[in-house]
C-alpha cells in the first residue's frame, strides 16, 4: 500500500468522527470556561501519576537487563526513557531513530548486541501484550462492545487450538508457509529468550511493571477529568484511554497528533460529557502526558551527550572541591565540637 492511500482509512475516520460530533463541537468559550476553576491538587497527582508511568518503563527495561547480566543506574534508565520517548514522537520515522538511540546507549552502558536486541524486543512485547489486556477491560465494561469482545476472546482460545493443529505432522505444508510469512518476527523471539532467560518471579515483575506503566498512565488522565470537574465513571475512563492510546498507535503522524485527541474527545463526548469539559480534559491531558514529556525528553536528550555529560562531571569536581575547601576552613570552628573534619589525621 502506499504511503497516499494509507491516509485514506485515517482522513475517512477523521471525517466521520467530525460529522457525527458536529453538534456537539464546543466553541472557544466553552472551552475556556472549562479551564477556568481548575483543581491544581488534581493536576499535581496527574503529573506525578505520568512521572511514575514513565518510571515504571524505565524499570521494565532495567529489570530486562538486569535479567541479562547488565546493570544501569535507574536515574539514567529514567532519562533514556524520556529521550528515546521524545526522538519517537516529535521526528519522522522516530520509532527507527529511537531504537538506533537506546541501541548506541545501551552499549555504552556495557550491554552486549543480544542482549541489547532481547531488551528492545522483550520489553515491547510485554508492553503490548498488557495494553491488549486493557483493551479487553475496557470492551469487557462497555456493554455495547461485549458482542465483540466475546469474539476476539472466542479467537484467543481458539489460537491455541490452532497451534496445536498446525503442529500436527499432516500440517507441515501450512506450518511452512507461516514460518516463510513471519520468520522475522520469530528469530527475533528466538534470539530474545535465548539471551535473557527471565525466571518466574522475573516474568511476574515484569508483567506488574509493564501492566503499571499503562494504568499510572491512565490515572493520570483520571485525575485530569478530577481536575477538571468531569465525572465519569471508570469504564468510560478506560474506554477513553485505550480509544485514545489505539488510535494513536495506528496514526501516521508522530506521537499520533490528531489521532489520539480525537479518540479521547469522541469517546468522552459520548459518554455524555459537555463539549467544552471534553476539550479541556483532552488539552490538559496531553499536555501533561505528551508535551510535557516531549519538553523532558528532549532536555535529557541533552544531558545524556557526552560532551555535555563531561562538563557536567567537571563543574561537579569543581563544586566538590570548593565544598572540601569550605569544610577545611571551618575545621577550626568544628574542633569546638570535639572532632576534626580530616579523619585521616591524628589529634
Known amino acids: 500500500m502506499s504511503s ?16 457525527v460530533l458536529r453538534d456537539r463541537l464546543p466553541d472557544g468559550s466553552a472551552v475556556a470556561q472549562a479551564l477556568t476553576g481548575l483543581d491544581l491538587g488534581w493536576l499535581g497527582v496527574a503529573a506525578l501519576a505520568q512521572w511514575i508511568s514513565m518510571a515504571m518503563f524505565a524499570r521494565l527495561v532495567r529489570r530486562v537487563l538486569v535479567v541479562g547480566g547488565t546493570r544501569l543506574p535507574l536515574p539514567r ?13 516529535s521526528l519522522p520515522a522516530g520509532s527507527v531513530l529511537s531504537l538506533a538511540y537506546v541501541t548506541r546507549q545501551l552499549s555504552r552502558a556495557g550491554a552486549a548486541k543480544p542482549l541489547i ?10 508492553s503490548s501484550a498488557t495494553f491488549v489486556l486493557l483493551g479487553l477491560v475496557a470492551l469487557l465494561a462497555e456493554p455495547a462492545a461485549r458482542p465483540f ?95 485514545a492510546k489505539g488510535a494513536g498507535m495506528l496514526a501516521l503522524i508522530p506521537g499520533g497528533l490528531g489521532a489520539a485527541e480525537l479518540g479521547l474527545g469522541a469517546t468522552l463526548v459520548a459518554a455524555g460529557v459537555a463539549g467544552g469539559a471534553a476539550t479541556a480534559v483532552v488539552l490538559l491531558y496531553r499536555l501533561i502526558s505528551f508535551w510535557a514529556v516531549l519538553l523532558v525528553g528532549w532536555i535529557c536528550w541533552v544531558l545524556l551527550l557526552d560532551s555535555v555529560r563531561a562538563r557536567l562531571a567537571g563543574g561537579g569536581r569543581v563544586l566538590l572541591s570548593v565544598l572540601l575547601r569550605l569544610a577545611a576552613a571551618m575545621e577550626p570552628a568544628a574542633g569546638l565540637y570535639g572532632f576534626r573534619l580530616n579523619t585521616f589525621r591524628r589529634p
Open 4 to 19: 497516499r492511500l494509507r491516509w485514506v482509512p485515517v482522513a475517512g475516520a477523521a471525517g466521520l468522527a467530525v460529522f
Open 77 to 89: 534508565a529514567v532519562a533514556l526513557t524520556y529521550a528515546r520517548t521524545a526522538l519517537s514522537n
Open 117 to 126: 536486541a532481547a531488551t528492545l524486543v522483550l520489553s515491547g512485547v510485554y
Open 149 to 243: 469482545t466475546a469474539a476476539v476472546l472466542a479467537l484467543l482460545v481458539a489460537l491455541p487450538l490452532i497451534v496445536w493443529a498446525v503442529a500436527r505432522p499432516r500440517f507441515r505444508s501450512v506450518r511452512a508457509w507461516l514460518t516463510a510469512r513471519v520468520p522475522a518476527v520469530m528469530t527475533q523471539l528466538e534470539a530474545a529468550f535465548a539471551a535473557v532467560r527471565p525466571g518466574g518471579r522475573d516474568r511476574l515483575a515484569l508483567v506488574t511493571l509493564a501492566l503499571g506503566n499503562w494504568v499510572l498512565d491512565m490515572a493520570c488522565l483520571a485525575a485530569v477529568c478530577a481536575a477538571s470537574g468531569v465525572e465519569v465513571g471508570a469504564p468510560t475512563v478506560l474506554l477513553g484511554y485505550v480509544a
